[in-house]
């Protein structure tokens, strides 16, 4: 018969589902910041800490949470974000055990469930590199909004991505807004920034956009001028390969969750040196 286990150090079992709560406890803690909601900014912090990854070399993605430090901390691109990585500090301070690169996926997969989108599979095992031990990546990693499809192509198939994918992974932005101390860019995309949804498309589809009129950066925006698109979310339509994705997703909010749900996972994912054998995500709902 099998003694039964002893309590104490050796069982220590992290529990991943007290950070989760954590986490949501925070999205709606300061109803001051932008629509009243941190889940936005949490998902786009998941999304540049992942979206490093360069399959042909093997380097960048979540493993390492190398946006810690310089350069990375201050890309153009990273700008921002700096608002969600001390957001997290006092979670990762109260679970010492769990590696910010852990702490920042999970905090953009919980971000995206609380704010009504679906499951999405996540799994702990990535580890942070010490400052003295990782190879600063080079800039430019991360897509341009003011650029083409190509460039959206050059990117999303650097970290291995198909059309498909890369239509369903710009379905965030169904989330959040563009800050002009930011990125320069300013607006949400939707009405409804702090739920996940497929109004994105809904918008880009159904929405009529012409080019804003003003001194910043090229951005469209609606009749009402209340809403915004990115000249690389306008390529999403004008691309004949992407636009079938496009509309797909529009008509069919079920079909944009579960491919949204499989890729914004596989993002999360790239790169990580997960042990042999363990799944390739999660099989039981992180819930
Ligand atoms: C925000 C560009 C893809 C999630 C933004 C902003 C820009 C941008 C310029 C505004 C940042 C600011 O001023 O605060 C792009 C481009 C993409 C892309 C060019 C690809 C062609 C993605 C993907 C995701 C994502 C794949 C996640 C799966 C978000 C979210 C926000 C955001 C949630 C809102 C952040 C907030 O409200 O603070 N993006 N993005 N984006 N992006 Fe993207």
């Given at each position: 018969e099998a003694a039964p286990k002893k309590s104490g150090a050796a069982s220590f079992k992290p529990d991943y589902d007290a950070v989760r709560k954590a986490v949501e406890d925070l999205l709606e803690s300061n109803e001051d910041y932008?629509?009243?909601?941190?889940?936005?900014?949490?998902?786009?912090?998941?999304?540049?800490?992942?979206?490093?990854?360069d399959k042909n070399t093997n380097t960048g993605?979540?493993?390492?949470?190398?946006?810690r430090f310089l350069p990375e901390s201050n890309w153009g691109a990273n700008a921002g974000l700096a608002v969600a990585r001390d957001l997290l500090e006092p979670v990762?301070?109260?679970?010492?055990?769990?590696?910010?690169?852990?702490?920042?996926?999970?905090?953009?997969?919980?971000?995206?469930?609380?704010?009504?989108?679906p499951h999405i599979p996540w799994r702990p095992g990535r580890s942070d590199y010490a400052p003295q031990n990782f190879v600063a990546l080079p800039d430019g990693r991360l897509p341009d909004g003011d650029k083409d499809a190509k460039h959206v192509r050059d990117?999303?198939?650097r970290m291995g991505f198909n059309d498909q994918e890369i239509v369903a992974l710009c379905g965030a932005h169904?989330?959040?807004r563009c800050h002009d101390d930011r990125s320069g860019f300013v607006?949400?995309?939707t009405n409804a920034p702090t739920t996940f949804s497929n109004l994105y498309f809904v918008e880009l589809t159904e929405n009529k956009w012409h080019k804003k009129k003003w001194k910043g950066p090229l951005q469209y925006e609606d009749k009402s001028g209340q809403l915004m698109m990115?000249?690389?979310?306008?390529?999403?339509?004008?691309?004949?390969?992407?636009?079938?994705y496009v509309q797909q997703y529009a008509k069919d909010e079920e079909a944009f969750f579960k491919d949204f749900a499989a890729?914004?996972?596989?993002?999360?994912?790239?790169g990580v040196p997960f042990p042999e054998g363990s799944a390739a995500a999660s099989p039981t709902p992180n819930k």
């Open positions: 932008d629509d009243g909601s941190y889940g936005p900014v949490l998902v786009r912090l998941a999304w540049h800490t992942s979206g490093t990854f993605g979540s493993n390492g949470a190398t946006m990762k301070q109260k679970y010492p055990w769990i590696s910010y690169s852990d702490l920042w996926t999970l905090a953009g997969a919980t971000a995206i469930e609380a704010m009504g989108g990117i999303f198939y169904t989330l959040g607006g949400p995309w990115l000249n690389t979310d306008m390529w999403l339509l004008w691309d004949k390969k992407f636009k079938p890729a914004f996972s596989k993002l999360l994912e790239l």
